[in-house]
């Protein structure tokens, strides 16, 4: 009974809202996967050269917080697909 109440209820939403909520979850899941996998390489680059550990962990912030501006600017689509 409460299956056919939410079909309900979600058939009379717009296809926009969907597909939004499907974006913003990718690029989240995006972001963590490429976060992860630029963590990885630098732990793996300072184990195999820690003299260089420096460099490579100010590399691997800058890589990181670009990977997190681009979710963000996703986010801010998928909101802005919602909102208009």
Request: glycine residues 16%.
């Amino acid at each position: 009974m409460s299956l056919l109440i939410l079909l309900q209820a979600a058939a009379q939403m717009a296809w926009g809202y969907f597909g939004a909520a499907v974006g913003a979850g990718l690029a989240t899941i995006g972001a963590g996967l490429g976060i992860g996998k630029i963590g990885q390489g630098a732990m793996e680059g300072m184990a195999r050269q820690p003299e260089a550990g420096g460099d490579i962990r100010s590399t691997m912030i800058i890589a990181a917080a670009l990977v997190e501006g681009v979710a963000f600017f996703a986010v801010v689509v998928c909101l802005l697909v919602v909102l208009k």
